[in-house]
């Protein structure tokens, strides 16, 4: 489904991303780890499109095809979604409007009529229910007013709406308590299909307790420098990221 | 690589304005340029009674004495006054009774601008007078109107047919004198709407004028007078366009609104004139008086405006509320783009007790625009417990664009409590993104964004109108982040 090759990237020519290299099969999820300024962020970003990075050499190929061909909207209308670490106000437009638009923007790309008002707002309720979201949520403007937990909720809410194929969930445990990790997480877990993949971006063990990885990476240094199953993940907990920074010096 | 934004931004605002077409039809004008026969000559065509004609004059010697205004922040171009043709109207007798004696052209035309003169055609909710240059030429659902004592004529039937109230109310809100252009409009207006609602009547339908410059070289100068007798009610809307053309053509109206006891009238605005082109060239010169007075007690004026044309803008739509506990609200959008100008807003003048106001205004800048807010808040020395909240917001698209508020408080009683709130924002590259991320294009992202934006004042409108209104955001200003 998604295959990164020798990935550079840098910002304002700085160097974060040096020489990547991940591979991400339908049904999987994966769970890159790291210290802060390893290149976390700079992954989603890159993956997504945001245009403040460069990528300098490598390749990404999107189900066999070159992500770098597409724009931000292409690759969300892809089925590539990002779970914001930071999602952003936008006031006056209703949740409502938002993801109606969205959703029909979405079919449109795929030669599907756009839904009825009444078919939206049935499965809107549906998405909600499974994510656990309050209902008045979807009335207020989209995360205007919102609760650090409340917008990350919103972001999962809008994955259950969009179904993507892969999503990213960049820092979605940061700032969130432990009920509202739970949320999350089984969000994120009743929403896994066998058809789609995630990457869950993550510097805390903690959201692992909820969501299974297949696969653990540890990023450091702008390259992914042991993979492995989830127990890579409690065994990071345990000895800390100076344990791989020691390994890699030997 | 030029950025998305860039090029859409590049794109949408080289869009062509889609009402720019003209008309071809036989038109009697007069010859072009302004003097004391030419007055005389408009008023003659129109076969007006002799105190129609003294009231022209007198607007027009006052006019002679008076000077542009130059306070607002806005470049006008000298206009000469004398290049104008001051009164253009379709051949064939105006005011058709039956629809088959109309030019199937204007027919025609109005078809295209999605105002059918054909009653069936209609949504039944709304009765519509259309003025074409200098004169209307159709009004609809008179004889339904009329069952319930209700007048819905053009300005010149009402001259002839109803007299005593054109005499005892023009001029009585906007008088001659006012300023500069409501005395030029005095002088040579040359037709508009008269709307008057007897007492205790709910006017049952949507009344609306829809205003058209077709002809060259020519002013339009209408007037419109609604008069709300005690305890009635009507939502009235007005809408117009004109042809894109090169050179500037001049719009000079007066709207009077005079608002009896226990009576409401709503008065919505969708302006779409031709705004110019991309280089500022062309466009219409939109300068405006519209005045409501909340004559009698617990009466209510709402205005709300959608102003999205001309090249210029200068248009202050004021309530008076003289009478106690009246209420009066004003909801603005204001949007400008490549080289328009907009300096609009409001005045609310409180004179009676406990009587309230509201401004929302919404000023959108994008291209190289410039839009300014100004407003006067008056709080007279009788008003006790006055009240009123204001709120100026401004969002700007682009680096290239200016908005401005100037907002005039002014209060002589104690007692009252006036607020002013105001924030400028811009859209963020990081809302485009996250809709981007979301599947949204950054054209469909902008419109989502401004429409959100201005949601308040839209739904204010009308439904027919608030539909008309979003569209003519999204076509005005698609994609014009930079």
Redesign the interface.
Same mark, same amino acid.
């Given at each position: 489904m998604l295959v990164i090759k020798n990935l550079h990237a840098e910002i304002s020519g700085k160097k974060i991303l040096k020489g990547l290299s991940l591979e991400v099969k339908p049904g999987e999820i994966h769970a890159i780890m790291g210290p802060n300024g390893s290149g976390k962020s700079t992954l989603s970003a890159v993956l997504?499109?945001?245009?403040n990075f460069t990528v300098t050499e490598g390749e990404i190929y999107y189900e066999g095809k070159d992500l770098f061909q597409l724009?931000?909207?292409e690759?969300?209308?892809a089925g590539i979604?990002?779970s914001?670490q930071y999602?952003?106000e936008?006031?006056?437009? $209703?949740m409502i409007?938002?993801m109606k638009?969205?959703v029909n923007?979405?079919r449109k $790309?795929k030669n599907l009529p756009p839904m009825s008002s009444g078919e939206f707002l049935k499965y809107m309720r549906e998405m909600k229910d499974l994510v656990e979201l309050k209902s008045d949520l979807a009335n207020r $403007?989209?995360n205007v007013g919102f609760s650090g937990g409340e917008k990350k909720r919103n972001e999962i809410f809008?994955m259950a709406m969009?179904k993507p194929k892969l999503a990213i969930l960049d820092e979605t445990d940061s700032g969130l308590d432990i009920d509202a990790l739970r949320v999350v997480a089984n969000g994120v877990n009743k929403l896994k299909t066998p058809e789609n993949a995630s990457i869950v971006i993550t510097h805390y063990q903690r959201l692992l307790d909820f969501i299974v990885p297949d696969f653990v990476h540890v990023l450091y240094d702008g390259k992914i420098v042991k993979s492995a199953g989830k127990e890579l993940a409690l065994e990071l907990e345990e000895k800390g990221y100076n344990w791989i920074q020691k390994e890699l010096e030997v | 690589m030029e950025k998305e934004q860039d090029k859409v931004l590049r794109e949408v605002t080289e869009s062509d304005y889609k009402y720019g077409f003209v008309t071809e039809i036989d038109a009697d004008e007069i010859p072009k340029g302004l003097n004391h026969e030419t007055v005389r000559l408009i008023s003659k065509k129109k076969n007006e009674p002799q105190w129609m004609l003294d009231f022209r004059l007198k607007a027009f010697d006052k006019w002679l004495t008076m000077k542009m205004p130059n306070w607002a922040h806005l470049n006008i171009p000298e206009i000469d006054y004398q290049d104008i043709i001051y009164y253009s109207a379709p051949k064939q007798e105006p005011k058709y009774t039956s629809l088959d004696e109309i030019d199937p052209e204007i027919k025609a035309t109005f078809d295209k601008l999605g105002i059918p003169l054909d009653e069936q055609k209609r949504l039944s909710g709304v009765a519509v007078d259309v003025v074409m240059d200098s004169v209307s030429v159709k009004t609809t659902f008179q004889e339904t109107l009329a069952e319930k004592g209700i007048i819905f004529c053009s300005f010149s039937e009402a001259v002839q047919n109803h007299p005593d109230l054109v005499k005892k109310y023009m001029g009585s809100v906007v008088p001659y004198g006012d300023n500069f252009f409501a005395a030029l409009n005095s002088a040579v207006f040359s037709d508009g709407s008269f709307c008057y609602i007897p007492k205790n009547v709910r006017c049952p339908m949507e009344l609306s004028t829809y205003f058209r410059i077709n002809a060259m070289n020519t002013g339009q100068f209408e007037r419109t007078l609604i008069i709300a007798e005690e305890a009635s009610y009507v939502s009235y809307m007005e809408g117009c366009t004109a042809p894109m053309r090169d050179e500037n053509q001049l719009h000079a109206a007066i709207v009077e609104i005079i608002v009896m006891k226990d009576a409401e009238v709503k008065y919505s605005t969708v302006q779409n004139w031709y705004p110019g082109n991309k280089e500022g060239k062309g466009g219409v010169y939109n300068f405006v008086t519209k005045r409501g007075i909340c004559k009698g007690e617990n009466s209510k004026l709402s205005w709300a405006q959608v102003e999205t044309g001309s090249a210029i803008t200068w248009k202050y739509p004021s309530t008076i509320l003289k009478g106690d506990n009246s209420v009066s609200e004003f909801y603005s959008v204001a949007l400008t783009n490549n080289f328009q100008q907009a300096d609009t807003g409001t005045k609310m003048i409180h004179l009676g007790k406990n009587t309230s106001s509201i401004i929302v205004s919404k000023g959108i800048s994008a291209g190289k625009s410039e839009n300014s807010y100004r407003g006067l808040v008056k709080i007279g020395k009788n008003a006790e417990n006055a009240r009123n909240f204001s709120q100026c917001d401004s969002l700007l698209l682009g680096d290239k664009c200016g908005a401005h508020t100037f907002p005039y408080i002014d209060v002589e009683n104690e007692s009252a409590i006036v607020e002013h709130e105001a924030t400028t924002s811009k859209i963020s590259e990081d809302q485009i993104f996250y809709c981007n991320q979301r599947g949204i294009a950054t054209e469909e992202a902008i419109g989502l964004i401004v429409n959100g934006y201005a949601k308040e004042v839209i739904n204010k409108l009308p439904m027919e109108f608030a539909v008309e209104a979003q569209k003519l955001l999204q076509i005005s200003l698609e994609g014009s982040v930079g």
């Open positions: 997504t499109g945001n245009e724009n931000f909207e690759r969300a209308k979604f990002l914001f999602p952003v936008i006031p006056g437009v $209703s409007n938002f638009t969205a923007e979405q $790309s $403007s989209v809008q969009l | -």
